[in-house]
């Protein structure tokens, strides 16, 4: 079983930074896929940024459009911590953020893919 918890949300005015921070534990191993995801209020659960390994062992990095520019999403496999650094806040970007770890390597952002997800993090951006 593979457990995840995600930290680091909270509320800050448009403009503003955040860095969200994300452990996963258990039977999980440096392949795994992982990623970010959230859920604003009454919209579906969107992929932000996923990072990992694809098939022939080519490094897999997906970002949203919607963030391109202004979040960085980075990995450190020794203990299965995830990252996101988010600058340039706007009031849209107004949700909860759930970490997700997939039990295999990556090859895309459907929310269906991942296996493991966090309780989330709520990110409140005000103008």
């Known amino acids: 079983q593979v457990s995840v918890v995600e930290s680091g949300g909270g509320s800050v005015q448009a403009g503003g930074s955040l860095r969200l921070s994300c452990v996963a534990s258990?039977?999980?191993?440096?392949?795994?896929?992982m990623g970010w995801f959230r859920q604003a209020p009454g919209k579906e659960r969107e992929g932000v940024a996923v990072?990992?390994?694809?098939?022939?062992?080519?490094?897999?990095?997906y970002e949203a459009d919607s963030v391109k520019g202004r979040f960085t999403v980075s990995r450190v496999n020794n203990n299965n911590t995830l990252f996101l650094e988010m600058t340039m806040l706007k009031s849209e970007d107004t949700a909860v953020y759930y970490c997700?770890?997939?039990?295999?390597?990556?090859?895309?952002?459907?929310?269906?893919?991942?296996?493991?997800w966090g309780p989330g993090t709520q990110v409140t951006v005000s103008s």
């Open positions: 990072i990992g390994k694809a098939i022939y062992d080519k490094p897999f990095l």
């Open positions: 258990g039977h999980i191993n440096p392949n795994f896929c």
């Open positions: 997700a770890a997939d039990a295999g390597l990556c090859s895309g952002w459907n929310r269906r893919r991942f296996n493991f």
